[in-house]
């Protein structure tokens, strides 16, 4: 058996595969590479020795998503070339499980403690609110210890979902806005690409999770490198962040088979000035206008003295994965993905602490 040459890990392609019609949502879903291999599930040895702390999990159909996003790995057009069952999503293979499996495993250790939280991906189905809420609610009666973050596809809910999923104790609830202005929302994700989601519809779910969740208990996830500006992306997380929640920062990566796969990866002071900004907007109180940009909306000051911000940029946690918290630093994401947007070679997002080496790469960068 030949590994697999573009992923950061050696790893052996998996027996866990959709095989049968049989094999989906609720009962099955599919895994995370990382998590697969946390679990034991598939041999492999992560980059520096890195585990997942969140056992990120998505929704399974034969029929797969119904929506046409042109960047993603899930799209609808793939259809015609790749049996879903197939199908890479962030760079990597999601092996299929039961999830009575998982709970089995989690249950007897097999991930050593390692899983701080879980989060259930939505795709665009028709199933996708009830099998969600199904998932949920198993997973909180046998693991009630570990959170569970909700990847919410706002397309197929309406306010009644929302608080469904609160009621069931669901821990956050995150919206992937991807885009961060209305024109490449459209143009990626929206009726110029044949889909279904709608600017609009997306902004109003998040308001629904803000009144529901509440503060710092839902977020949204942003994509770096689409076509935005600095400042227009950062404008975004100002507005989430005045709403009580926390930005979720991706690094646009062209998946292969997708509409974009043409598309460059993010330019990498791009995604460093963002990455900093965003972090200073979430957790350090700075506002966007004390920021200063130039005439093509790049981030030239960060609205704090140079002590301070050499400080923050010299500990690191500014340049690390984005996403859910863990259970000790709510400033640490549980969900570190690894290299789900770029490989160890030319890395986006850290998912480990920074060393020296890594902060003097990261200053050079910006």
Request: with cysteine; hydrophobic share 35%.
């Amino acid at each position: 058996m030949k590994p697999f040459k573009q992923l950061p890990v050696e790893i052996y392609r998996p027996d866990y595969r959709v095989r049968t019609p049989e094999m989906q949502s609720p009962d099955y879903v599919q895994i995370s590479t990382a998590a697969a291999i946390t679990l034991g599930l598939v041999p492999g040895v992560m980059h520096r020795d890195v585990c997942t702390h969140c056992l990120n999990i998505l929704l399974a159909y034969p029929d797969g998503c119904r929506a046409n996003c042109s960047y993603c790995g899930l799209a609808r057009h793939r259809e015609e070339t790749r049996d879903f069952a197939d199908r890479n999503f962030i760079r990597v293979d999601w092996p299929t499980v039961s999830c009575q499996d998982l709970i089995d495993r989690i249950r007897a250790g097999q991930d050593q403690g390692r899983f701080e939280r879980m989060c259930i991906s939505m795709i665009s189905h028709p199933r996708s609110n009830d099998d969600t809420l199904t998932i949920l609610e198993q997973w909180r009666r046998a693991l009630p210890e570990i959170p569970v973050s909700i990847l919410s596809n706002p397309t197929t809910m309406q306010r009644a979902d929302i608080r469904a999923l609160y009621r069931a104790c669901a821990d956050i609830f995150t919206v992937a806005l991807d885009a961060v202005t209305e024109t490449i929302f459209e143009r990626t994700r929206g009726r110029t690409v044949d889909s279904p989601h709608r600017w609009s519809h997306y902004w109003q779910a998040l308001e629904w999770a803000a009144d529901i969740f509440g503060a710092e208990r839902f977020g949204a996830h942003l994509i770096c490198g689409m076509g935005e500006t600095e400042y227009e992306l950062l404008q975004v997380a100002q507005r989430v962040r005045d709403m009580g929640g926390h930005n979720h920062l991706f690094a646009f990566f062209p998946e292969a088979g997708s509409l974009m796969e043409d598309w460059p990866a993010v330019n990498r002071g791009q995604w460093r000035r963002v990455q900093l900004a965003r972090y200073l907007i979430d957790y350090h109180q700075v506002r966007l206008s004390q920021m200063r940009f130039d005439d093509r909306g790049r981030v030239l000051a960060f609205g704090v003295d140079q002590a301070a911000l050499d400080q923050i940029i010299d500990k690191g946690t500014a340049f690390r994965t984005s996403g859910c918290p863990g259970k000790q630093d709510p400033k640490v994401s549980a969900c570190n993905r690894p290299y789900g947007d770029s490989p160890p070679s030319d890395i986006c997002s850290y998912p480990n602490e920074l060393d020296g080496q890594d902060i003097d790469l990261v200053r050079s960068q910006m």
